[in-house]
């Protein structure tokens, strides 16, 4: 049954109850019943990619249950003073092992045929914003499409699709507000989309013309836009998170109803910048919602190269960090996720972390033929079968709230703007020359005027080494 | 042994303090007070003033709380609270990535690394986002307020990674400033000008000087331009560039080469990104002579950009080589400390070699 969104506490502790969450969530609670877990358990290969290593027996070490190890002896109740406070002491030689028996389960609402599953907890959300979810989710799908195939024809240099991922961009992006501030890494264009940048801002980017925002430096999809919150994307790996931590305790200090948002992909989580960023928004106590897009892959890198932990949702107790894994293929739990990871956040200013699980349809990028490292089947199972949008069509759908004939206009009038605000961008003048030597420092230095003038006379002279429209 | 102790017990009387005419950069008030302070005093006073002139600015890094390892930030914390001055976990790469979320937002931020040796971590946030926020944004962000402080530079005992100079590797980055104060008086003008600069900049600080230079400092609330370089001292035959600790040792070379006849200009750069190559330029079309002076090692190092930007314009006007007298091309040692430096004896031999080419 759907809950009425009440204080964030008691979604989360309704969290834990219904769906049988263990402590990992929150503070373990001592007077819970500790269950046994056999040596079988502890020693199969549940998780495990079948082409990846075997786990050995000796991690049979004894119950042990959770990540904090407890001892039956009377020792338990005397007490150690250390640095950084109490901590209880036993006499058993107990390693911690390096996994949970279980994995920590997945918070869905939506079943695979769009379905919501009876008992879940979720925010409800009304028809105006679920039309609009889903008209973003598809309108996100048409836009990757098209510039996609734009760039197979040479109209644009370069771009990266982020199919199979439209749940986590649009859900995530619907569950903040607008004063949120949002630091992508780059796969994250729906979120931008969401919050109003139009298809020509887009295209503007992509074609690097005189009316991009970023004045024609990046390549496409680095977008970027202060107006709505959204930092510019920067090509380098994870660099967003510890500026998100610091972007956090600026919005603390400012006593702004915001908090700082930030995605990473499951690559990203092995860079150092997510140790930093992690750490110092939870030693800074800062407003930072951390979202990880587990989608499988880092390029050609799947995961089980990527770590060896159960995935990232682990990751956040070591860094005393409130934590939640998420089908992100399921809009409606994406949506409730974020939304009650943001209410945290802002209210109780700290950092919380949502892994968002899914899959990673597209290559990585056009530069990338991902056939050669994993099996077509494999794309084409998650691609049909699992997919985002077509799941919360189902659920949208079955409201009454959206028919065939709203699908098929909304596909054809969103082709359409596309291929239109295409020719539009490549139509716009380039940006002018001088745009070269801006914004290096506020004020043009001394000796970037100089290079200016050079370069000035030097095009002048030889015209026909440059690209042509470049105005002087 | 001893020797490098008499270098660092005695006072150092500053470049440019008590020597030949020096051209003063800076405001001077009438009625300003001073005070005789020594170098991390004069950095103390300045982040007080920086922090007290501007409400949303920040101070932050290892051990910064209690007054930092080399107490330039004493009375801080107190001060100004535990939400505006305080300690950051031993991470710079997330010192400065917090550094450039705090600017992003328009805050000032200035963070310290606690040797310029451990910046490396902090290398991809400063070169890869600090210095390219602005511009790859289109201007829509920027990260201007982020202000990196760091102790760099010989202390007679540092060895591998308490003494390193690393202001080339920064040098060579579009869209930082690098800034290098050579007393007290000039760190806490030219440390208030970084803080102030809408530009992420890189300050090191001469660790040799924080104790044993002391200077007098005016009180008030004063700012010293940056990508300019001061004439220190007036000469005619040969004009010498330096920055930071080094410019006492060249200092006591030009008075040496003077009692031999020899006529030295010497310049402080100051701020070595962007650099003021005008100023540097007219001293040598005026002597004819350069020699530049560095701790860093020798091959790579800045002193290498300005050779070569100064024959590229002033080719015809000199009569010698451009002369580097720098650090070996080894990572800094300890024992062989003495051997390696930029000695006094080292610059003379040069100035007189490039004179009598």
């Not at chain 1, 503070?27 to 290593?53: C, E, I, M």
């Not at chain 1, 107790?317 to 894994?325: F, K, L, M």
């Not at chain 2, 806490?188 to 040799?208: M, Y």
């Amino acid at each position: 049954m759907a809950m009425w969104f009440a204080r964030s506490r008691n979604l989360v502790s309704s969290l834990r109850q219904n769906l049988g969450l263990s402590a990992i969530l929150i503070k373990r609670n001592h007077s819970s019943p500790r269950p046994v877990f056999t040596n079988y358990q502890l020693s199969s290969k549940v998780f495990l990619d079948p082409s990846t290593s075997f786990r050995h027996e000796s991690t049979a070490v004894e119950s042990q249950p959770d990540l904090v190890q407890q001892s039956d002896h009377e020792d338990d109740a005397q007490e150690l003073d250390f640095p950084g406070g109490k901590v209880g002491y036993t006499s058993e030689i107990k390693f911690i092992p390096e996994s949970s028996s279980r994995r920590i389960p997945c918070y869905r609402v939506l079943n695979e045929h769009g379905k919501i599953i009876s008992d879940s907890d979720f925010i409800p959300v009304s028809e105006k914003l679920a039309v609009r979810m889903y008209e973003q989710m598809a309108t996100l799908q048409v836009m990757d499409h098209i510039f996609y195939e734009a760039q197979r024809q040479g109209r644009i240099s370069f771009y990266l699709t982020s199919v199979g991922e439209e749940a986590i961009n649009i859900a995530s992006a619907a569950a903040l507000s607008p004063e949120d501030v949002v630091l992508p890494q780059y796969r994250e264009p729906g979120v931008l989309l969401w919050r109003g940048f139009t298809l020509e801002e887009f295209a503007n980017q992509c074609f690097g013309n005189k009316a991009d925002y970023g004045k024609g430096r990046q390549m496409p999809i680095h977008y970027g836009s202060n107006q709505h919150n959204y930092f510019t994307v920067s090509s380098p790996i994870a660099t967003q998170l510890p500026q998100a931590a610091g972007v956090g305790y600026a919005l603390k200090m400012e006593k702004k109803n915001a908090c700082a948002v930030t995605f990473i992909g499951d690559g990203g989580t092995s860079e150092g910048d997510f140790h930093a960023g992690l750490n110092f928004a939870a030693v800074m106590e800062a407003p930072v919602v951390f979202i990880c897009r587990n989608n499988g892959w880092a390029i050609s890198t799947h995961i089980s190269e990527q770590f060896r932990s159960d995935g990232i949702v682990v990751k956040g107790q070591a860094y005393g960090i409130r934590s939640i894994r998420v089908d992100g293929n399921d809009a409606l739990a994406v949506y409730s996720a974020v939304r009650s990871a943001r209410e945290m956040a802002v209210t109780e200013q700290r950092p919380v972390l949502i892994e968002a699980m899914t899959y990673r349809v597209g290559h990585h990028s056009t530069s990338d033929d991902s056939t050669k490292y994993r099996e077509a089947d494999e794309i084409q199972y998650w691609k049909m079968s699992r997919n985002p949008v077509n799941r919360f069509k189902k659920w949208v759908e079955d409201n009454g709230w959206w028919s065939e004939e709203d699908e098929s206009k909304l596909r054809s009038i969103t082709r359409k703007q596309l291929l239109q605000a295409i020719q539009a961008a490549e139509k716009w003048e380039k940006q002018p020359l001088t745009e070269l030597f801006n914004d290096v420092y506020d004020v043009k230095t001394k000796n970037l005027e100089e290079q200016e003038v050079g370069l000035k006379a030097l095009v002048e002279k030889q015209p026909q080494d440059y690209p042509t429209g470049f105005h002087i | 042994m001893a020797s490098l102790l008499s270098r660092f017990c005695r006072k150092l009387a500053l470049p440019g303090s008590a020597h030949g005419s020096r051209m003063t950069s800076s405001t001077a008030c009438g009625s300003e007070t001073v005070k005789s302070l020594n170098l991390y005093s004069a950095i103390n006073q300045a982040l007080h003033i920086a922090l007290e002139t501007d409400p949303r600015s920040y101070v932050f890094g290892e051990d910064v709380g209690f007054g930092g390892v080399f107490r330039c930030t004493t009375g801080l914390a107190e001060r100004f609270g535990k939400n505006r001055v305080f300690n950051t976990p031993l991470c710079e790469q997330g010192i400065v990535g917090f550094g450039i979320g705090l600017a992003a937002m328009g805050n000032r931020a200035v963070v310290e690394i606690q040797f310029a040796d451990y910046i490396y971590p902090a290398f991809d946030q400063i070169v890869n986002e600090a210095a390219k926020f602005r511009y790859r944004s289109g201007n829509q962000f920027n990260c201007g307020g982020l202000t990196i402080r760091a102790p760099y530079g010989a202390v007679g005992h540092g060895g591998h990674y308490h003494s390193q100079s690393p202001e080339a590797f920064f040098c060579h980055v579009p869209g930082i400033k690098v800034v290098i104060p050579r007393s007290p008086r000039e760190a806490k003008g030219l440390l208030l000008s970084s803080i102030r600069d809408p530009n992420p900049v890189v300050f090191f600080e001469p660790k040799w000087l924080y104790r044993q230079a002391v200077e007098e400092v005016p009180e008030h609330d004063y700012m010293i331009p940056l990508s300019q370089a001061e004439i220190i001292r007036e000469g005619s035959d040969i004009t010498l560039v330096g920055w930071g600790a080094q410019l006492t040792v060249m200092e006591q070379a030009c008075l040496d080469a003077e009692k031999e006849g020899i006529s030295c200009e010497l310049i402080d750069l100051k701020t070595l990104l962007p650099w003021d190559k005008e100023t540097v330029e007219a001293s040598v079309k005026k002597t004819g002579r350069l020699l530049i002076s560095h701790e860093a090692p020798i091959t790579g190092g800045f002193g290498a950009e300005i050779s070569a930007t100064i024959l590229e314009r002033c080719f015809l006007k000199l009569e010698a080589p451009v002369s580097r007298v720098c650090g070996l091309d080894t990572p800094f040692p300890l024992v062989f400390e003495p051997f390696y430096m930029p000695t006094k004896n080292k610059i003379l031999d040069a100035i007189k070699s490039t004179v009598n080419y």
